[in-house]
C-alpha cells in the first residue's frame, strides 16, 4: 500500500522583460541572432533561459527553450502557505506542434523535520493541456534513496498574460 500524498504546491512566477522567475532583479535579454551562453549578471534569478529570444517570440513554447528553475514548495497555494522546499531543475520545451516540457528536477524539502534535507527526483513529460500528468520519481537522497514512484502533477492556476502558475503536486514515494 502506498502511503499519504505529500500534498506540494509548485510556483512559477515571471520575470520582468523574460518570461520566467527572477527572485532578485529584472533582466532583459538583447535580442540575438545567435546562441550564447547566459550572462553571469543572472546569477541571482530563480530562472534562466539558455537560448536567444527567436524573430517568432511565443513566451515559454519554443521548441528548445531550456529554463532553469528554483521554486519553492508550499503545503497550499497561497503565498502564506508555509515553506517545504524547493524544487529545483529544468523545464526543456519539446514539442513543436503543441506546448509541451520535459522536466527534470529534485524537491528537495527544507521544514523541519525528518525529512529536512532529503530530495526527491522527478523525470517526464508535462504537456501542460492535458489535466493531470504524471511525472515519474526516479530516485532521491537520504531518506529517499533508492525511492521510486510517481507524481500527479496538475496546473491550480495558470495566467496566460503574465505567464504565472501555480502547480499542485501530488507525490507518492516508496523507499527499499
Request: glycine share 8%.
Amino acid at each position: 500500500m502506498l502511503p499519504p500524498p505529500l500534498a506540494l504546491s509548485h510556483r512559477r512566477r515571471r520575470c520582468g522583460g523574460v518570461y520566467y522567475a527572477c527572485r532578485r532583479r529584472r533582466y532583459d535579454p538583447p535580442a540575438l541572432l545567435h546562441a550564447r551562453h547566459p550572462q553571469r549578471a543572472q546569477r541571482n534569478c530563480g530562472r534562466g533561459r539558455h537560448r536567444p529570444r527567436p524573430r517568432t517570440f511565443r513566451p515559454g513554447v519554443n521548441f528548445g527553450d531550456f529554463v532553469a528553475i528554483d521554486d519553492p514548495l508550499t503545503e497550499g497555494p497561497a503565498l502564506s502557505s508555509r515553506l517545504v522546499g524547493w524544487a529545483q531543475g529544468f523545464y526543456l520545451s519539446t514539442a513543436l506542434q503543441e506546448v509541451s516540457f520535459l522536466v527534470s528536477a529534485n524537491f528537495v524539502l527544507a521544514a523541519d523535520g525528518p525529512y529536512n534535507g532529503s530530495a526527491v527526483s522527478v523525470l517526464g513529460s508535462d504537456p501542460i493541456a492535458v489535466p493531470v500528468r504524471e511525472l515519474s520519481v526516479v530516485g532521491g537522497s537520504r531518506r529517499f534513496r533508492m525511492a521510486y514512484g510517481y507524481v500527479l502533477w496538475k496546473t491550480y492556476f495558470f495566467n496566460a498574460t503574465t505567464l504565472d502558475a501555480i502547480l499542485e503536486l501530488d507525490v507518492y514515494v516508496t523507499t527499499k
